[in-house]
């Protein structure tokens, strides 16, 4: 596709369950990002991959996150036994490869709500 | 860590009018300072970037100024128009973490 794509684009789940958001990047850009948006916030850094690897992954709130990417190309955001304060717009980048000063191209986000 | 603030929060200005947004940063190694724009629904969108060697730079109706002694950049928009009306959000980093303030709601009055 001509941009990043994000699936699903709205999740609504019951707290304790574990979800999965997808996000599938610029063809050829080999660096993603994961960001969160709460309401009333700024970007929240998740976690960085180059390739399949995650040299920052320092972001990752708890260890009910987790994410993983394969092929270098798509990527899944995992959390499990959701909380309410998980509730957000969860947001992919993909950039091509090098450090962060580049461009980020950003999908339309996943926004999750946990009742 | 880099902490970026932004001010004001909310912004709203006449159309035709300039709107000025400031940010300041901490980390005196940032030498990467983007501003993206995110209309209602969509993801952030990079408008203008300035990078630390440059105290300025424009495009059309769009400015950014970096004054790194203060550690703090500014966006500056003139003639306002109401397709103007989004969340901004600036951004400093360099070779570790990018870092975005908490954006600001502009608002653009015909």
């Known amino acids: 596709g001509a941009g990043v794509s994000q699936s699903p684009s709205n999740k609504v789940t019951e707290k304790g369950k574990d979800v999965e958001l997808r996000c599938d990047p610029i063809?050829?850009?080999?660096?993603l990002y994961w960001y969160r948006q709460s309401l009333g916030q700024g970007l929240e850094f998740l976690i960085y991959?180059?390739?399949?690897?995650?040299?920052?992954k320092s972001g990752l709130p708890s260890d009910r996150f987790s994410a993983e990417r394969t092929g270098g190309s798509v990527s899944t955001l995992t959390i499990q036994r959701t909380q309410q304060e998980d509730s957000a717009v969860y947001l992919c980048?993909?950039?091509?490869?090098?450090?962060?000063?580049?461009?980020?191209?950003f999908g339309e986000g996943s926004r999750l709500t946990v009742l | 860590g880099e902490n970026v603030e932004q001010h004001p929060s909310t912004l709203s200005v006449q159309e035709g009018d300039s709107a000025v947004i400031k940010c300041t940063y901490s980390?005196?190694?940032?030498?990467?300072f983007p501003w993206y724009k995110q209309e209602l629904g969509k993801g952030p969108q990079l408008i203008i970037d300035i990078r630390s060697n440059v105290g300025e730079k424009k495009d059309q109706r769009i400015a950014v100024t970096l004054n790194k002694t203060a550690k703090h950049f500014s966006l500056h928009i003139t003639e306002t128009q109401p397709e103007d009306s989004a969340v901004y959000f600036c951004?400093?980093?360099?070779?570790?973490?990018?870092?975005f303030g908490k954006g600001n709601q502009v608002v653009v009055i015909p």
């Open positions: 063809s050829g850009h080999t660096a």
């Open positions: 980390d005196s190694a940032s030498n990467y």
């Open positions: 991959f180059q390739g399949n690897s995650a040299p920052d």
């Open positions: 951004a400093a980093g360099g070779n570790n973490r990018l870092a």
């Open positions: 980048a993909s950039s091509l490869p090098g450090s962060y000063t580049g461009e980020l191209f």
